[in-house]
């Protein structure tokens, strides 16, 4: 229908806008502020104290488990001595 003109105009077209879009979305002015934007959206600086908050409900959790474990082998241990 549209003859040779129309799939040259096709072709280029299939070629061209993918090329351009990687040129344009690779470059460092538009990558570097978008991925700056993402990364403090997603991963937001850490503060000290809810560090040391999230460290201490740790330890606190590991010492529970602790502690239950030697309670459990401990009275596993008496009712075999019985």
Known sequence: ??????EVFRMFIYMAFPVGMFH???QPENYE???TEVREKYYPKEDKEG???FLQ???E???KIEK???EA???GVEKNAL
């Open 33 to 35: 502020s978008w991925v």
């Open 68 to 70: 239950r474990k030697l």
């Open 24 to 26: 344009y979305f690779n």
């Open 1 to 6: 229908m549209g003859g040779w003109k129309l």
């Open 57 to 59: 409900s740790v330890e």
């Open 73 to 75: 082998m401990k009275h």
């Open 61 to 63: 959790y590991n010492r």
């Open 51 to 53: 560090r040391e908050l």
